[in-house]
T-cell receptor
């Protein structure tokens, strides 16, 4: 079974609306990383969460890690066309953190409709 | 900010030939680099962990003799796809961990290499 479940797989949102992407792990997370990718291109680092209950924001994107450190959500407020792309959550599933490599979810393909 | 350069960005090769992909950390030293593979509309799958000065660690199911990894310096890791076949066609992407940062610091990714084997 997939160690990291990401939902939804795809999302079409009208410009200006809010949206949430979820990432759930079957194991305790030693670090949770959110990246954005345009298909066939590299990954752009968005945010990293490490502590239970932690929440970080950057511009209109907010990411949270739950207290049990097994689920994270990415919330975009007032979506814009520039938010379109593939969002990937990557998890550090071992105590070495990101230095042990990341396990990625399958990604969420976000489409913003004007 | 930290930059990882990956080269080439795309390559087309004939079946049976070998292809080398380079991953460089431009402004930091990377003791560890990671190689991922991504199929269309799929997630990134970790292939191997490249450690400077030692043998790479391969994930289960990844043939080490097919995907040769060399990490000869703190800023360069190479992935060579040997005797490439059409099923090796994929998007390969590397990432690097800055040795000067804590373990849970962000990993920086290259822009990927699209390999097409004809």
């Amino acid at each position: 079974s997939q160690e990291l479940e990401q939902s939804p797989q795809s999302l079409i949102v009208q410009e200006g609306k809010n949206l949430t992407i979820n990432c759930t792990s079957s194991k305790t997370l030693y670090g949770l990383y959110w990246y954005k990718q345009k298909y066939g291109e590299g990954l752009i680092f968005l945010m990293m969460l490490q502590k239970g209950g932690e929440e970080k924001s950057h511009e209109k994107i907010t990411a949270k890690l739950d207290e049990k450190k097994q689920q994270s959500s990415l919330h975009i407020t007032a979506s814009q066309p520039s938010h379109a792309g593939i969002y990937l959550c990557g998890a550090a599933l071992f105590s070495g953190g990101g230095a042990d490599g990341l396990t990625f979810g399958k990604g969420t393909h976000l489409i913003i409709q004007p | 900010g930290a930059v990882v350069s990956q080269h080439p960005s795309w390559v087309i090769c004939k079946s049976g030939t070998s292809v080398k992909i380079e991953c460089r950390s431009l402004d930091f030293q990377a003791t560890t680099m990671f190689w991922y593979r991504q199929f269309p509309k799929q997630s990134l799958m970790l292939m191997a962990t490249s450690n400077e000065g030692s043998k790479a660690t391969y994930e289960q199911g990844v043939e080490k003799d097919k995907f040769l990894i060399n990490h000869a310096s703190l800023t360069l890791s190479t992935l060579t796809v040997t005797s490439a076949h059409p099923e090796d066609s994929s998007f390969y992407i590397c990432s690097a961990a800055d040795r000067g940062r804590p373990l849970n610091s962000p990993l920086h990714f290259g822009n990927g290499t699209r390999l097409t084997v004809t």
